[in-house]
T-cell receptor
Framework: DARVTQTPRHKVTEMGQEVTMRCQPI?????VFWYRQTMMQGLELLAY????????DSGMPKDRFSAEMPDATLATLKIQPSEPRDSAVYFC????????????FGPGTRLLVL | GENVEQHPSTLSVQEGDSAVIKCTYS??????FPWYKQELGKRPQLIID?????GEKKDQRIAVTLNKTAKHFSLHITETQPEDSAVYFC?????????????FGTGTRLQVTL
């Protein structure tokens, strides 16, 4: 049963520190999405990639967030410097890049910035 | 961009009763409408989806209906069981040509009581 994996599952850090979250999409999936979930804002799309190329990162604060896909099996989301308002659960999802396709979510990284 | 509204935000039903969750969307180009179930501390998981060329879809105790003219779609759960207790999210997306960019509703917390 192929699944999206994410590391770390939990992260506690202090304000100002760099945070790196990693995602391994399902093998063969060419589209990767990063979402942020908070009680106040719900599930928000931050950025997404197809064939490792960034297609849309309009949902992401550009000054502190960056997303990359170094290779087809790894996507990263970095926050530098982190702030308390970044505390949230960050989900990665992957898909086949087709119309009306299912997106499969990873288990999420629960981030707490003190 | 797309805007999805979801109601109610909380729903409590007795075991065996039916539950209905409703969503409206704004972008007439949206053509794919998935529903995700999220248990506490877990990842969102797809439970059913519907494409715009279909008005209704059923999978055992779960059904989804779509009214494209009115731009709304609904999730129906019959014979509810305690394990149906979770947060349910609707989503809508137009196909961008390269990916299905989901916009999520704010979620409905369903509580099934004995």
């Amino acid at each position: 049963d192929a699944r999206v994996t994410q590391t770390p599952r939990h992260k506690v850090t202090e304000m100002g520190q760099e945070v790196t979250m990693r995602c391994q999409p399902i093998l063969g999936h060419n589209t990767v999405f990063w979402y942020r979930q908070t009680m106040m804002q719900g599930l928000e799309l931050l950025a997404y990639f197809r064939n490792r190329a960034p297609l849309d990162d309009s949902g992401m604060p550009k000054d502190r967030f960056s997303a990359e896909m170094p290779d087809a099996t790894l996507a990263t989301l970095k926050i530098q410097p982190s702030e308390p308002r970044d505390s949230a659960v960050y989900f990665c999802a992957s898909g086949l890049g087709q119309e009306a396709e299912t997106q499969y979510f990873g288990p999420g990284t629960r981030l707490l910035v003190l | 961009g797309e805007n999805v509204e979801q109601h109610p935000s909380t729903l409590s039903v007795q075991e065996g009763d039916s539950a209905v969750i409703k969503c409206t969307y704004s972008d007439s180009a949206s053509n794919y409408f998935p529903w995700y179930k999220q248990e506490l501390g877990k990842r969102p998981q797809l439970i059913i989806d519907i494409r715009s060329n279909v008005g209704e879809k059923k999978d055992q105790r779960i059904a989804v209906t779509l009214n494209k003219t009115a731009k709304h779609f609904s999730l129906h759960i019959t014979e509810t069981q305690p394990e149906d207790s979770a947060v349910y999210f609707c989503a809508a997306t137009p196909f961008t040509g390269t990916a299905s960019k989901l916009t999520f509703g704010t979620g409905t917390r369903l509580q099934v009581t004995l």
